[in-house]
């Protein structure tokens, strides 16, 4: 199905806003730090920490356990020296309680470093 202009002004900043509320409760997780708030789709987070190899070590077992799970996938890269997963969601068809699934497998990964 298409979509044309005036749904897109519409959507856009609806997935704005659930981005933003991504964003919020990545930061609210005391074993991970945030990149920066997100303009449009991707929220980019690490594993906290000063220490680069420690940290990209620690956030690449996070992303294998995340990944382990097989519920949802996460991307990484990497930004000034550190490794960065990136949750992006890419289906219109996607609801709050599957992001909040996704938050709830992020957040129980974290606990098992």
């Known amino acids: 199905m298409a979509h044309n202009n005036q749904e897109i002004e519409i959507k856009l900043p609806l997935s704005k806003e659930k981005y933003k509320e991504i964003f919020q409760e990545l930061k609210k997780n005391s074993h991970l730090t945030t990149f920066t708030e997100p303009d449009l789709s991707v929220v980019a987070f690490r594993c906290e920490g000063e220490n680069n190899e420690m940290v990209n070590k620690k956030t690449q ?37 599957d992001i909040q699934v996704a938050l709830a497998e992020i957040q129980k990964a974290s606990e098992r470093l």
């Open 61 to 97: 077992k996070l992303l294998s356990l995340i990944l382990e799970s097989g519920r949802i996938h996460l991307s990484s890269t990497t930004i000034n020296g550190f490794l960065y997963l990136r949750m992006c969601v890419l289906s219109f068809r996607t609801h709050w309680a």
